[in-house]
């Protein structure tokens, strides 16, 4: 406020205190002459409860410094009085009393403005620098007559522009208008009322008001901004929900277990066991094992509070409500529930999966049954077809035959002769993947084996052989096996190169890998790098794709001798450049079991 | 010495073709479609030698052999079992019965010539 400002002597003075100190002057002179006046004359005048009047005036204004009004009042009073009524002395005590009564008078009402004033400039420094915002208000029309400034600054307008406006006009929405008539209608008192105020720009303010009638018509109301809260809260219940969500939906079990207890688990979890929820918080995750688990679960459990580098993981057998046992994998997380250790559990129902993979082993028997039973029953027509055909061969004169038609029927030896060992090649297959063949390993001399194996081929006329084994060189494996191995990659070099061949037989004593390498490489066709994996797959289906003829047999005959030399724990790779030959080397390990079937 | 050889299978096909091979080979087929009536014949017209099939039904090879041998007691009867691959089961038999012998379907001629001379002689 503009007021001008006077300076006199160290003192500064506003024009109002200027104008109060001439009044109170005026009127100390006054009540001086009117004194003098009454004590001179001879009637009496009532003079002086005259002095009240600029003595009150005068600390109530300057507080102490009024006093000095009082003292000068008292004095002049006292000098008056004493000059008239000497030396009667009941006068002059009446007249030192009265003396005495400006002062204490004065003093008394100094104390009280000062007291008043003080708690005053308290509630103001209280209103004005409050930490919530506060506003009075018409309590009938709801227009805001006083507020501070951080009520003002919370909703950004300035102290006057709010001063303008009704509660109603900042409650955001009309909902919240009609939430805040309805309880300010019931409540002249309230607490904590939440809602959301609009600030200048729009944006929405929740804020938490209490409010309380000071009068009939003024109401006084705290203001606290709730906002971080209220964003808080709603983030928290965000996440809250999105895990809520996510655990209640899972497909998967999703369990807290603290001490061996379950203090949290998923509907997921309950649907597994057939229990409800209540039913399995707070008891102990192993009374719900099967017994046969129990100690490996005891075990296991042992391990949660360790820290690992990936969940712990394990497969135990539950028992749900109804008896049953159900398979469930269990992957463990240790975590902080309620700031003291727990373990996360995520549970995956696996009892459907060991279901379908005993549905699988069983559907594998049968279809190994179906092709034991189909290759026998397309075999056996094949007997008599060939047994005909080789006595026709045998003595064709006597049944008639000329040169030409004899011929023709060898030919027709040699398919049927092929089909039956493409027949014999998936029995032998479906037998090795039944799983219910067994080697039988002694230890012997590879070169004698291979030189057998040549010799009884007949590979000596078929093909230029390079042989280059030890005589040393002894072998753990199952004879008949690796005579069948050696003979089938014989075959194929041979049917897979053309005159004039070239077949060698390489052996090689792995040192680091203590494995034995048996090599065998033809000048043949070649095989191309694409087919290196496919032509080791039983002769179905590759990629969508039938393989194509060339590789029929191959592929047959080359899934039946992997499998047996996987059954040596060893492997077969190959090797090869198309229209240069091929390299099959099987790799089979020296330190073989021998063992004796019965 | 009878050249009687008793042929238990159940393919037809095949013991036609069977009578005609071991006919032109110089032996006299017996043959008996059914395994059920194959022991009364053994009983009642002893051939020399048995050529059994191993998968018949209702009784297949292995149980009509253990009969033979074990009910009725007849252990020199020579027997060649006719099997799709030779198995160890087939090989222990062999070793432990010097009167049964193993031939691997088909069988060609001479092979079938060989395998009954091995027991009958030429």
Known sequence: MGEK?????????????????????????????????????????????????????????????????????????????????????????????EAILFVLIASIITYFIEQIRAGEARYRTVFEHSQLGILLFDAATFSINQTNEKFAHMLNYSPEEITKKTVLDVLLTPREKSRFLERIGKQKTTENFETRFATKDGASCWVNLSWDHIDDKTVSCSVMNINTRKLAEKLNNDNMMKYRQLTESSPTSILIVQNGYIRFANPSFSAFLGYTAAEITGKDLGTFIDPRD???????????????????????????????????????????????????????????????????????????GIIVTVAHELRTPLQPILGYLNLLISDPESYGIKDDAKKILERCLVSVDR????????LDLSILESGKFHL???????????????????????????????????????????????????????????????IGIFYRSGIEDKQHHIAIRDNGVGIPQDQFTSIFEPFQLVDGTVLSRKYERLGLSLSIVKKLVQMHGGDITVESVVNAGSTFTIHIPRDQEVHHDA | MTRKIMLVEDDQPILDMMDIILRRIGYEPVLVPDVLDALERVKSDPPALILLDIMMTPMNGWEFLEKLRTEYGNKDLPVILFTASPSVQEKIAVMKDPNLGVLQKPVSIPELKAGIERFLGK
């Not at chain 1, 009540?31 to 005068?58: E, K």
């Not at chain 1, 969940?311 to 994998?329: N, Q, S, V």
């Not at chain 1, 003291?340 to 549905?359: C, F, G, K």
Request: proline share 5%; with cysteine; aromatic share 12%.
């Open chain 1, 440 to 502: 039988s390993c002694s230890e012997f001399p590879l070169a004698p084996l291979v030189k057998r194996v040549l010799d009884e081929g007949g590979y000596a006329t078929k093909a230029e052989l390079t042989v280059a084994i030890e005589d040393s060189v002894m072998i753990t494996a199952d004879m008949d096996r690796l005579y069948s191995i050696l003979e089938a990659l014989l075959t194929n070099a041979v049917n897979y190169s053309k005159s004039p061949r070239k």
């Open chain 1, 5 to 97: 400002v006077v300076r006199i002597l160290r003192h500064t003075l506003t024009e109002t205190d200027l104008v109060r100190i001439f009044v109170i002057f005026s009127l100390t002179v006054s009540c001086i002459l009117i004194t003098w006046l009454s004590f001179s004359l001879p009637f009496f005048m009532i003079t002086t409860p005259l002095f009240f009047i600029p003595i009150i005036y005068a600390v109530y204004f300057f507080q102490k410094r009024g006093l000095y009004v009082a003292g000068i009042c008292a004095v002049v009073f006292q000098a008056i009085g004493y000059y008239y009524s000497f030396p009667e002395p009941l006068a002059l005590v009446s007249i030192s009393a």
């Open chain 1, 419 to 426: 089909e039956r060992q493409i027949i014999n090649q998936m």
């Open chain 1, 294 to 368: 129990a100690e490996s679960f005891a075990e296991f459990s042992s391990q949660w509070g360790q820290k690992l580098p990936s969940p712990l993981a394990k497969e135990f057998r539950f028992i749900t409500k109804d008896g049953e046992l159900r398979g469930g994998g269990i992957f463990t997380t240790p975590i902080r529930h309620l700031d003291n250790p727990a373990t996360l559990i995520n549970l995956v129902d696996i009892s459907e999966r060991q279901r379908l993979e005993e549905r699988i082993h069983r559907d594998n028997e049968h279809r190994r």
